[in-house]
């Protein structure tokens, strides 16, 4: 048996421990944006689901926790930068941290992006720019998650998108089909994993009181 395991990476791994209360969301069924696949010796696949949960007041909550996380537990390498996503005034953010658990000792180096309008729209993205690790941890050589929540103007409900996709290099000593089908079910497990505290961070952010926009 090939032992493989790595993590979802998203805002998830900033999170602090979260209680889930999934009867506050749904979500439809998780399915393939980017079906799994074999390319030069790399897994490689992006799962999304889409969710949706009562329309909170604003986002701007959102985006000031997730900041944050982001301030309190990663390594800067550079000052947030101002960037435009989608039309949404955001930041760039250049950091690395750390992750404990089964993958303690793994290093992530990402580029996370973040922007909101505050009322309709808030993006968050992130893209790993080098990982650090060792052992089986260490196939693991590429990885994105995207999170979008839209809330219209006139709906009592806000939609949540959320995708992740991930590149992992085949072992030398794994055959390939065993290796796409081990990867297969591992990138589904950590997408599943993620997914709750995700949402549970969400709700319970998103409904705070409203804050200035500049996070005072």
């Known amino acids: 048996?090939?032992?493989?395991?790595?993590?979802?990476?998203?805002?998830?791994?900033?999170l602090p421990s979260v209680v889930s209360h999934a009867e506050r969301w749904s979500c439809g069924p998780t399915s393939w944006a980017s079906p799994p696949q074999m390319r030069d010796g790399y897994y490689e696949s992006t799962l999304g689901i889409e969710c949706t949960m009562p329309s909170p007041a604003s986002?701007?909550?959102?985006?000031?926790?997730?900041?944050?996380?982001?301030?309190?537990?990663?390594?800067?390498h550079r000052p947030p930068l101002t960037v435009l996503l989608e039309g949404m005034r955001g930041q760039s953010f250049d950091l690395t941290h750390t992750l404990n658990g089964e993958d303690k000792g793994l290093r992530l180096r990402e580029e996370v992006l973040l922007a909101t309008?505050?009322?309709?729209?808030?993006?968050?993205?992130?893209?790993?720019?080098?990982?650090?690790?060792?052992?089986?941890?260490?196939?693991?050589?590429?990885?994105?998650?995207?999170?979008?929540?839209?809330?219209p103007i006139a709906g009592d409900s806000v939609t949540i998108e959320m995708r992740n996709s991930v590149r992992v290099k085949r072992p030398?000593?794994?055959?390939?089909?065993?290796f796409f089908?081990?990867?297969?079910?591992?990138?589904?497990?950590?997408?599943?994993?993620a997914r709750v505290p995700l949402l549970t961070f969400i709700a319970d952010t998103a409904y705070a009181a409203p804050i200035d926009p500049k996070g005072e």
């Open 181 to 193: 089908s081990i990867a297969k079910g591992i990138a589904e497990d950590k997408f599943e994993e």
């Open 1 to 14: 048996m090939i032992a493989l395991h790595w993590v979802t990476f998203a805002f998830v791994v900033f």
């Open 172 to 178: 030398w000593f794994a055959l390939s089909p065993l």
């Open 117 to 151: 309008d505050g009322e309709s729209r808030l993006i968050y993205q992130t893209r790993s720019k080098q990982i650090f690790a060792s052992g089986m941890a260490g196939y693991l050589k590429g990885v994105s998650f995207q999170t979008v929540l839209k809330r």
């Open 59 to 76: 986002l701007l909550p959102l985006r000031v926790a997730i900041e944050k996380a982001l301030s309190d537990r990663g390594e800067f």
